[in-house]
């Protein structure tokens, strides 16, 4: 498919992609739709609804569109998600709270790649499930799986990923509240803990502005900083697997990663006007929602089925570890 756009010219390349690209565009309004109907996730919907209509991946007339709404859309959304943040975000959170969030997603990829070994996964799962749980979610699965090399199994390990990290994040944001408030935080420490261990955005600012909105603010701030990991993580792996591939001699930083970037700095210097600025946020989201419709699509339920219970199993522990350790150090560093 890829060859064929780009041998073509530009009327006949929207021909080929439009069949494809309006369907996924349709069914990601449908997602944002029950979104909003029924307060859950909006890409849960879009991949569910995606997975649904699988057989739609064996029509020539809409396979092309699918295919570029799976990356090429999906890229664009993930190098927008820089416009969410800015250095002064990451600056004001204070070093020591910055080594905690910077901490917790580290200890939980690791932990990821442990627990990936320990049953049977290879280290790209540990990567996907790890990154996801520890830093942005669903967003984070999409970003991860552009970089990480392509396999057989790659579309259903992350069509997975989302399905489990969003799910989870969702109880995380009913329970989370209930825990801090168990253990007897303040809001400004319960908005810590907040934004720095459950996976999506969404989740996050529900859950804090559930409890005050200095819980909310503060776990705003603390998530966007998780966000702003992502950069990082993603400049390592590229490098780490451009390293093993160096006899192809086209390691080169993918574009959106540059892009991605880009979108952080010129937020970060104030270089776009706020009308402008909710209309890229905006396309971000819905590129990324039209991506997952695209990667449901894609994915059979029998692939999704095959992933097992060890894989449910490692994303599970992943998500109790990581409140563990940051409920735990927060208790330490707050109790006289």
């Known amino acids: 498919m890829d060859l064929a756009v780009k041998n073509s010219n530009v009327p006949e390349t929207v021909s080929l992609l439009w069949p494809g690209l309006i369907m996924c565009a349709i069914i990601a309004v449908a997602a944002r739709f029950l979104s909003d109907h029924y307060q859950a996730p909006t890409m849960l919907f879009a991949l569910l609804l995606g997975l649904s209509l699988h057989h739609l991946s064996e029509d020539h007339k809409t396979l092309p569109g699918v295919e570029f709404s799976s990356s090429v859309l999906l890229k664009c959304g993930v190098a927008l998600l820089g416009l969410r943040l800015t ?18 997603v580290f200890l939980t990829i690791a932990a990821g790649v442990l627990l990936s070994y320990s049953v049977g996964r290879k280290l790209k799962f540990g990567i996907l499930t790890g990154g996801s749980v520890g830093i942005c979610g669903a967003s984070a699965a999409l970003a991860i799986s552009s970089v990480l090399p392509k396999t057989e199994n790659s579309e259903r390990d992350t069509a997975f990923t989302i399905v489990a990290v969003t799910t989870l994040s969702t109880v995380s944001m009913v329970l989370y509240p209930i825990i801090a408030d168990k253990i007897g935080f303040d809001h400004n420490i319960t908005g810590i803990l907040l934004g720095a261990t459950i996976h999506d955005v969404a989740q996050v600012v529900g859950a804090g502005f559930s409890v005050s909105e200095q819980s909310g603010n503060t776990a705003t ?40 970037a880009a979108a952080t700095t010129v937020n970060s210097l104030g270089w776009v006007p706020s009308g402008i600025h909710q209309v890229l946020s905006s396309l971000s989201s819905w590129l ?47 109790t006289p």
């Open 87 to 104: 250095f002064a975000d990451i600056t004001s959170l204070g070093l020591e709270i910055t080594a905690l969030v910077f901490l917790g």
């Open 221 to 260: 701030v603390i998530k966007l900083f998780r966000v702003s990991l992502l950069l990082p993580i993603l400049l390592l792996l590229t490098v780490f697997y451009h390293s093993e591939k160096k006899a192809s001699g086209a390691a080169n930083m993918p574009w959106f990663i540059v892009g991605f």
């Open 288 to 334: 990324l929602v039209i991506g997952i419709v695209a990667i449901g699509i894609k994915t059979s339920l029998k692939s999704l089925k095959d992933v097992g219970g060890t894989a449910l199993l490692v994303v599970t522990v992943e998500t109790v570890f990581l409140l563990i350790f940051i409920s735990l150090v927060l208790h330490i560093i707050t």
